[in-house]
């Protein structure tokens, strides 16, 4: 088992102000986290995610906003967010090879990122992005088979729902991938119907099993 995949990562966050000034001083405390948490080899994707996002609060929500920088670990995946209370300044993403400087800091997020997405609370917004890692899961065992199942599945199933059954779809993002489960679970209930089975028991079962496998793989966390 690698030192790496035992390092406790505790999720943290810190509030600041939205100021130019900032920025560095956050990039810094990204660093010096990452480092305790052997996750080096992310810190500079992880530093440009920080700077575009915090940038982008003080460009459309405004300098001196109130916010917030918040980063976990989802599974194998870095995921750093930013809040500030604007509901209305959604994000945008324009080419970065494009003359206009509007979207672009979300553009260079779309592209190191695996994932990215804008969450909306009654009184805030939290946009956020997940970086891979490349780490196995805590326990040292890899990925799960169950997830490298579901994933190689899921886009297949969206590769099959496009015209033409487009296949190779390599990387779903989070908005697609949740549409894509959604209608695949709603599928297998169709399907449990059609052929007679309680598609509630199904469901029921699904969950036990699933609740079963989590605590035994996260066990000692």
Known sequence: MSQEACLP??????AFTAEPAEVA????IMRLH????GLQHVVNEAQLCVSELVSNVITHVGPG????LAVCMRGTHL???VHDPDTRALPTLRDAGTGS???RGMAL??????????????????????LTTRLPTVDGQGEPSSVMRAEALLRHYAAAAQPGGR???????????EETVIAAITDFLHWCRAHGRDADDMLDQAQMRFEAEYAARHQGW
Request: charged share 30%; proline share 5%; hydrophobic share 40%.
């Open 25 to 28: 001083a956050l990039r810094r």
């Open 65 to 68: 906003t109130p916010a917030t």
């Open 167 to 177: 296949a190779g779809v390599s990387r779903l993002t989070s908005t697609v991938a």
């Open 9 to 14: 990562r505790k999720p943290w966050d810190i």
């Open 79 to 81: 995921r750093i967010e």
């Open 109 to 130: 997020v779309d592209a190191v990122a695996d994932r990215w997405g804008v969450v909306l609370r009654p009184d805030r917004k939290i946009t956020w992005c997940e």
């Open 34 to 37: 990452l480092g305790i948490w």
């Open 101 to 103: 400087e509007e979207g």
